[in-house]
């Protein structure tokens, strides 16, 4: 019988990580997903067997800009009202640590911000 388990070193898998960022995870932030510090160890486990076979990794951040221009309209108020939320520049708005492929590794707002990837690993891109 085959396996039911993704094998990372097939052809055709990437990685894809959503919203991994402190502001998001960290039980001290006020807008915490539910949920999200609780998977932190079994996406690092996944992200370093993506890394070890070389297989593609995407991680997906959002940057808000202070005045909340570019959110979704469900968050503009939360930012309007001048709370930042994973705001380009700030510890927040980081990913977590445990998913860097480097501890030195930091987003780079103005690259992201202009809708270009940033290439962090030799197959790890973040948009």
């Not at 570019?70 to 998913?99: F, I, K, Q």
Request: hydrophobic content about 35%; proline content about 13%; aromatic content about 4%.
């Amino acid at each position: 019988m085959a396996s039911s388990t993704p094998d990372p070193r097939a052809g055709g898998f990437a990685l894809l990580t959503i919203d991994m960022q402190r502001d998001f995870a960290l039980p001290s932030s006020p807008a915490q997903i539910p949920g999200t510090a609780e998977v932190v160890e079994q996406t690092k486990t996944l992200v370093k067997g993506f890394r070890s076979a070389g297989r593609p990794i995407v991680h997906m951040v959002r940057l808000y800009l202070p005045d909340g221009s570019n959110a979704e309209l469900s968050r503009r108020p939360y930012l309007e009202a001048g709370n930042h939320l994973v705001c380009p520049g700030t510890p927040g708005a980081e990913l977590l640590d445990p998913l860097k492929p480097d501890p030195g590794v930091s987003l780079d707002p103005e690259l992201l911000l202009s809708g270009r990837p940033q290439q962090v690993g030799p197959a790890e891109w973040i948009i």
